[in-house]
Every structure is written in C-alpha cells, then in structure tokens.
C-alpha cells in the first residue's frame, strides 16, 4: 500500500531545509599540495610566513634614485643626475644611491640603498655615457612597491572555508605555502537497481536498457566538488539490494539511490533505506517534475536519497539537490547557477501544486534577440537534455508562462 507521506509533497526548498535541520556534516581534513588545490576548500585559517614582496621592488623600466633629485624638474629645466651602472635582475644590489646619482633598473628589480623612487625611461633622456637628463619630478614611493606592501608577515591570508581560485594558488605559493589542510571532497556514493539495467558497456539485448544515471550523477557529483563512487547495479531482489546499499552506505558520504522510488510492491527502496540508520526517511514526494517520488532520508548522519529511476528525471532532481549538499558538506555557500533572460516562443502551462522544469533550447532571432524554444518530449527520452541549452522554471502554482514572456533560463 502506498505509504501516506508520499502524498504529502514538499517544494524542493522545504525538503531540503528538513534535511539541513537532522544533518550535521563531520567532513575529514587532508593534506595536499598547493599547486593541486584548485576548488578544495581550505580546513584551517593560512597565516603568511613572510612578508610579500620581500623586497622593495620597481613596477616600471627606469632608473632608481632618489626622489628629492628630481624636485622641480621639467621639460626646460631637465635634472641630470650621473648613472652609476645597472641593477641586475635577480640579485640583491650590490650599488646603492648618492645624492645626484641614479642607477638603471628593471621592472620587479630590487631598489639599491638610497633609492626611494624610480623615474620611467619615458621621462628620461640620456645626455651623456653616464649621464640622463630627468624630465618630470618623481614623489618619494613612486613606481615602487614597498616591502610588505602585498602581504604582511604572519597575517592572514586565507580563511578556512575558502573555496580556493587560481589567484589564490598563486598567493599561497608566492608566500612559501606548498602544503595545505582541505576539507576531504565528499565521496557520492552512486547504486542503480533493477533487472533491465545492463552497464554501458554490455551489449544491448531485448527487454535491457544500459545504465545511464550512475554516470550522469556521477558527473553532477564531479561537477559541483565530490568525490563519486560507483557501486555498480543491485538486481530486483531485496536481500541483494539491501546488501549493496549497506555495503556502499559504508564507503561514502552521501549515497544516492537511483531505483524505482515509485509506489510498486516490487519497489525496495523505502525498506532499503530504513535499514540504513536512523532517523531514516524524512521525506517521500517532492512538489517538483520531474522527480515527484524522491526520498530524502538521513541514516546515521548520512543523507540518502533514493531517485527515480528515469534517467531524465534522476539528473533534473539531483540537480536540485546534490548541489547543496555538497555545499553544505564543505560548509560552503551554494554556488548560484549562470542564467540568461529569454523571450519565450511558445506558451508552456504548469499543473497547480508543483514546480516544473523543462528543457529548452536557445536560439537568436533576426533581431539579435535571445528566444527560449520549449522541447517537449517524454520524461525518459535523454536526448530532450541533450539538445538543450537550459532549463526553465515554472515555479510553483504559476499557472506557466504566456508566448512573448521573459523568462529566466538556468544555462547547463
């Protein structure tokens, strides 16, 4: 008989509050290297060792001085200071400055001693074989960067929960930083279930379809910062299921189960999961369509989530929900999705109580303008997400949207 919950839907957004209010993510911490921590997110605040430039440097070609040389200096009253040499890059200066003297520097070379500034080689003109004529007045700092001015030693740079870009890399190596503590990725354990399944890789026989949402989870996982684990095809038998759910349970963070989560006497889903842990199932139907009769359970501080077994419908719903819960694994805020504003080329109606989402495809009218072309197609048919560009949210009792609206399409 059906269970009464399963009437009893939620929106996405409620659901999902439900789980967040049981759950409390224990992640594990690594060690890695810096240069290998693109998008991980950092376990521990990360403290300079050193101040950044260690050095005070020149940001231009030039020559370095000092800068009250130069005071009053133009065009048709040239200062001439005398050129001592060259400063090489790479070397700490081995020269310093004199009152009247001037030494050629490069872009990023170290200033000698007694230098406070540097002149452009823009505002130079060389009157001699040691000798420059210095057309414009420079203040003291200028074209410099002072030691420390980047970074001071022992302040903070990074603070944990950082999810770290490339620019942050690059700081954490500048400073010396090759090792860092991140969040372990959380590993997405993925089981599909059912006789008709065959791996992709098996050759199609009648009656047989090839498993297709382990791996398009799979990439949602990768996608979004987990770690997923594929733990193969449980057959419609209960004890077999029951075994290799428990045995996957073990092994991953998050465990979606990509079976008939339908309302079938031959669908095991719910008795799976309830053998799971407590407190088990905390919700069964979701007001969404795609993906109406999804579980979102928590056994032993795990979340489970059992998924229908429509590829199309099982990518639709986990693109709803595992984004934010691996967010919330990493103790990250959840990463707004790109979208683009579109006209709409059709009227697209949407049932009382429940959210839809459909494919669609983006085109360019004569205008330049950006039109959003509905495709409809069955809720198991792949291809109506291969061909598209997006998605677009009927948001609940909306009724749909008109021909000519403008909507918003969330871009894959």
Request: aromatic letters at 4%; glycine letters at 10%; hydrophobic letters at 45%.
């Amino acid at each position: 008989m059906p269970s009464p919950e399963f009437f009893q839907v939620l929106p996405v957004s409620d659901a999902l509050k439900l789980l967040d209010a049981h759950w409390q993510p224990q992640p594990e911490t690594e060690s890695i290297a810096a240069a290998d921590a693109l998008d991980r997110t950092l376990a521990a605040n990360i403290h300079s060792p050193e101040e950044l430039p260690a050095f005070r440097k020149s940001t231009v070609d030039g020559y370095a001085l000092r800068a009250a040389d130069t005071f009053g200096a133009s065009q048709s009253l040239p200062a001439f200071l005398q050129v001592n040499g060259e400063l090489k890059m790479g070397e700490a200066p081995r020269l310093s400055v004199r009152a009247g003297e001037a030494l050629l520097i490069h872009t990023g070379g170290m200033l000698p001693g007694g230098a406070d500034a540097v002149v452009m080689v823009e505002y130079v003109q060389v009157a001699g074989a040691n000798e420059i004529e210095v057309l414009r007045a420079v203040a003291p700092g200028e074209n410099v960067i002072q030691a420390g001015e980047d970074v001071a030693a022992n302040s903070l740079v990074l603070p944990r929960g950082k999810r770290l870009r490339p620019q942050d890399i690059g700081g954490l190596l500048a400073v010396g930083i090759d090792r860092i503590a991140v969040l372990r990725s959380p590993r997405v354990g993925i089981l599909s279930c059912g006789d008709e399944l065959l791996p992709p890789e098996a050759e199609l026989v009648p009656g047989k379809v090839r498993d297709i949402n382990a791996y398009t989870l799979s990439a949602l996982a990768e996608k979004h910062g987990a770690q997923p684990i594929r733990f193969g095809i449980a057959s419609d038998n209960f004890a077999d299921y029951q075994r290799r759910a428990a045995a996957g349970f073990a092994a991953c963070d998050i465990l979606l189960l990509s079976a008939g989560s339908s309302v079938s006497a031959r669908d095991y889903t719910r008795d799976v999961i309830k053998g799971l842990g407590q407190p088990g199932i905390l919700q069964h139907g979701l007001a969404t369509k795609p993906g109406k009769p999804t579980i979102i359970a928590l056994c032993d501080n795990k979340p489970v989530i059992g998924l229908p077994g429509n590829p199309v419908s099982a990518l639709l719903v986990a693109r709803q929900l595992l984004p934010s819960m691996i967010a919330r694994y990493l103790g990250q805020a959840l990463e707004l999705p790109r979208m683009v504003r579109a006209r709409l080329s059709q009227r697209v109606a949407s049932a009382a109580g429940r959210e839809d989402w459909l494919a669609v495809r983006l085109e360019q009218d004569a205008d330049g303008e950006l039109l959003a072309q509905p495709i409809f197609g069955k809720s198991n048919l792949i291809f109506t997400l291969v061909s598209a560009d997006g998605l677009l949210r009927l948001p609940l009792n909306t009724g749909g949207f008109d021909s000519g609206s403008l909507v918003d399409i969330v871009l894959f």
